[in-house]
Each structure stands twice: as C-alpha cells, then as structure tokens.
DNA sequence: TATCATTCGGAGAGCGCTCTCCCACAGAGC
DNA sequence: GCTCTGTGGGAGAGCGCTCTCCGAATGATA
C-alpha cells in the first residue's frame, strides 16, 4: 500500500496525497476529505524507511547505556547495568515522552570501544536523529565524542567535567537540604552524613552533601561529621562505624545513596541503636530496596520519569531547531517519608 | 558520503562497490580491495532508509512491553512495567545478542488499544522486521494480533491458550523441582507451597506448583499443603499463615515468587519460626529482593538474560526462514542457595 | 473585459541503495 | 580460428516518498 495506490483510489496525484498526509499545505477541503477516506479504505501508512531517505530525518532517537565493561567481561557488566531499575525507569520515561510524537526509541549499548563508535556512526549517518545517553561511568568519553559529532544530544545528568552538552539533572543539592530540613524537624542535631570516597568526581554526589551541609546550616546546625562509602551497603555500614566512633551520640544520618543508607542502620543496630527510635537515617534514589529495608526507608527520590521525558522533550527541540546550542533543565526531588526518619 | 562518492573515488561502478560491501557475488582481488581502501578513505557507511527501502528489511526488531494499564492511568502503570528489574534484564539480554547482527532494538509500549495498533502498524509496513514481546498481562490480546499478522515474533513465556507464535521459556516446572529436592536435602519433609489464587492463567506459576508436588513425590513426600497469595508480600505472609493453622509442623515452604517468600519470612517470624532453622524457605525468580531479604533468599533463578538472548536467536532465524512455522526453546532455570533454605 | 494575484493540483526529479539484466573478455575445447 | 562457457563489471530501473516548480483556475481589481 503506497502513496500512488491511495492517490489512484482517490482519483488525485500522489503529490496532493503526500500534503494531506503531512498536511504542510493547504489543499481544498473537498479532495482532502476524499484523500483521507482512501487512505481509511486502503489501510494506507507511510513507509518509513522512503520518507526517511527524502527528509534525511529518521523518526528515531537512540537510548544510549554507556559505561565501560572490563576487559574481561562476560557481560555480567551489562546485565548489572541493566537489571538496576533505574535504567528501566530512565526507558519508560522515554518511551512515554516520545510516543506522541511517532518518534522512536532504539536501544544502544556502549560498553566497548567498538560500541561506542557504532552508536556515532548510527547518528552520523542519520539512522537517528539524536541520542539520550544515560552514563553509569564517571570517565565516560562518549559524552564528549557526541559533543564532537555535533548531533543533538542530552545526557542524564550533569556531566563532570565541562561540556558544552545538553542535560536534565534532578536538583541533588536541593535533595541533600530536604533530608537536612527532615532531619532537624525531627529534633535530630548531631548529624552524620555518608558521603563518597576520593574525588568527589560524580558531581552528583557532591552537591547531595553540599546541599545536606547547607540546609543544616541554615537550620543552625553548624557541623556535620562527614565519612566516606563507596555506594554499597557494606560501605554505609562502615561509614557508619566510623562516624559512631567519632561521635557516639550521632543521632541523625543521611546517606548518599539507599545501599549506604541500609549499611547505614544495620551498624547502628548492632551498635545497639534503634532506627528511627534513637537515630534517624535518610536515604537517596528511593531505589527499589527502600521500600523493602527493615524499616522502610526515608529517602529522596529524583522523578526519574519525569526527568527522562524532559530529555526526550529537549533532544526533540534541539533535532527541530539546530542551531539552538545547549540546554538543560533540573527538576525537584522530593522526599518519601517512610519509617526510618 | 554515498557509494556513489566510493565508486568515484575507487574508479568503479556502484553496483561493484555495493558488491563488495555486501559481500554478496565475487569480484576480483583487486578491484575489491581498492573498494575497501576507498571505503575507508572516505568513512562510507550506508545508509539504513535508502537499504531498506530497497531490501524491505529493516535492520530493526521492536521490543514491545505489553500489559494492560488500567482506564484512569497516570503513567504509574507504565512507571512500575519498567522499573522492574526483569525489564531491564530482558533488554539486556536483547541487545546484547542483537548487537553483532547489525540489528537495532526498538522499544516500544503496548499498553492501549492505540499503542497496540501502532506497534502492530510498525510491524506491517516493515518498520520493523519482527517483533520480541515482554507481556505482563496474561489475557494480553498482542499475541493473538500478532499471530493473524503472520510477521515474525517471539513471545517470552509460554502463552496461556494455545497460540501458534514461537516463545522462549524457562523450565518452570523443574524450577519447582529444584526446590523440591533442595528442601527435601534438607530433611524437609512437611511442605507447604504458596501458590496462586484463583484459575491459574498464568501458566508458569501452575507448572511451579506442580513440578514442586513433582518432585517433593519423586522424594517420597506425597503430600504438600497449598495456600494461594496473589504474589505480593502481603499475600505470602497470610498464606502462611493459612499453612501454618492448618499444618503446625510445617517445616519447608516453597513460595512462587520472591515476594511472596519474603512475606513467608514474615509470618513465619511472627508466627514464633526462625528462618532457616526451623523452616526453610524457598522463592522463585531471584528478584532484586532476593539478596536483599533477611535473611537472604535461597530462591530459583531463570536465566532470564539467556532467555532474552534466545529470543533474539530465534527471532532472527524466523526473520531469515519465514517459511518457519513457529519455534520454542526452554532453558533450565538453576537454585541460588542463599540463606533462607 | 483585460490584467494580475492567489490558490491549489500535477509532473517529475531525485534521495541512496540493490539487483537484474547485459556485455566484455578470457580461457577452453574443437 | 571459431564457438562456447564462465567470470566479473557496468547500466539502469525502481523501492516509496518529498518537494520544487509549473500551470490552470478562480477571483479581485482597474
């Protein structure tokens, strides 16, 4: 079924057709309707791949999950990168936004060097218009290859490093003076945070305690004692130890991520206080786990969903008006009261 | 840059440099490699739409996530689909064996009568070359569609009714089997099983149930007690609760999902039991809960990226041989011994 | 009525590729 | 020397679409 079977079923020529179907020029009310009952009667829909071949647009957006395998990888990287719910949230976020628009999302993985240079040749050749690029790599060289290419971009988070790159970030120093705020309304004082080891190079991370540092401040909490995880629950767990140690009437704990965070309240069981009862713990991400700690944890959830989509709504703008340069958008975390804070 | 530009460059004609990148007739030594030395000069690398157009293949496959959202859905519905780790896993799995075939994954959202028709759209104007469907509603009327459009397409999971499309599936029943035998090793010997309420559509969760009573008899254990839950953590805790009122010795129990295992714990605790001394616990799909649960979840495991890959494999031999009818392929799940049993 | 502007449909080129023909040429067989 | 076969390259059509250009028809204006 092709544009020259409905323009023959509605007696016109496949020029008038194709201005009906993409409906860029006026055409007299009469012959549209007669274009539009062939179409109806035919079952007709455009062909993609022709359209795509005129317009030098392809309709398609590619999702891109980049993060460095090892070299000796058996693919338990990826299927780690994957099975973390966060990418799942990031894809059906996506998926929503582009819908409406007949825009359509292909799945990339850019683990290797190879990979990588296959998704610039998938968007330099125009089989996408644009890619969202979701890094689980600090280092990650593609965000700067994409900026290189010159094709529309937008990357999950704010990249460190600076990169004239678009991006949609949730505010992470707003999260940290959430959990603060909640804390102290809870009558907490001696405040600990789980902060992150080394260079504090995932920007994100940083401004989470930033903001936790400053939100307490300007409740007139003028010290947080401060120690470094590494993002998993036996980190929190020492963190936390070590903070005690530090000091023992610590009565209030906001970690950087929810596997530190559940760290978090298991040292201090066994250091025999009660969460929330003697010590109250906040978490980050609202991650699956949250909801299934022991208590259930307070944390601060990003709205990943809605981040995603603002991506694709930004990657659509820049595909549609080139010369625009970069942009970005933040959007609010909120806080999940559940039982442990 | 087009094979035109190549065939300039490399004195030749352009059906010889398409013979040469397509590898599809011989030509002469020589000529063939001043095609690829001008291939490479120039960084040629054809153009998806204008192949397409012309082979009527798409170099694509669609990934539809298929499930009924509720009439007054805000996007939570969609929200939760995703952000289940299973999705995540299954798309890994996807792209990881659709990658060296040159084949892009499409994703796509099946959850309305209009999305059903778009992808269905996709698929029969050659968007796509098939279809790999993730369905998470068992009276999903997609397969059936799919069927009738006689394109190719593989379901993951057996499809409830009997339905001629190919699908890819776990051994449920000797799932069940495992945590027979696993529970049976462990001088288990009253066992209970939290099954499913009501008529047993799903067909995976009845094949767990009997390859389970299968086994345990196999093992000389005649009778398992059952209590149905409706596989949240909720409905375990009261299905063992049922189990344990009617069968006081209860000393192994087999849940069908990880959720429900977790509410076993539960009740169990409650219930004055300890986990794995007293009771042992068994879950199926070693979920993201799995190893975070306390204690940590001996549970069955499907192969669930293995079984994406699967799809992928069958799907493009299906695409290669439409005169294929349908295929299948079963893979064997494994016990992850944890704590729990 | 003659001229001009405006509206709207049609003709046709061409996007980059594949693939079917066709033809040139080399070597074999007589 | 001639035909016959096989090998390998070129010409060109055409996939389904968009879009520019053109021209016909209509209505407004002088």
New interface residues.
Partial sequence: ?TLEDVARVAGVSRATVSRVVNQQRRVAPAVRKSVMAAVEEIGY??????R??VTRK?G?VV?VVSGLAPEDDD?SH??R?????F???V??????AL?PLDV??????ADTVR?RS?VL??L????ADGALLVSTHVDDPLPGQLVELGRPAVVFARPSGDLPISFVDAGNADGGRLAAKHLISRGRRNLGVVSVHGPLNMPALGDRVHGFRDGAAREGVAYVAASPGDLSVEGGDAAVQQLLADSPDLDGVFACNDLMA?GAIQALRRAGRRVPQDVSVVGFDDS??AA???PPLTTVRQPI?EMAGEMAHLLMQLVDEPERRVMSAVLDPTLVERDSA
Avoid at 91 to 96: I, M, N, P
Wanted: net charge neutral; charged share 15%; aromatic share 6%.
């Fill in positions: 079924m829909v455009p062909n993609r791949a022709a795509s071949l392809a398609a999702v693919g990826v299927a990168m994957f099975s973390d719910p990418f799942g949230r894809a059906g976020g996506v998926v929503r819908r359509h999302p292909v799945l990339m993985l990979a296959q040749a998938f330099e050749h125009g089989s559940v699956s786990i299934l700690s022991d969903e």
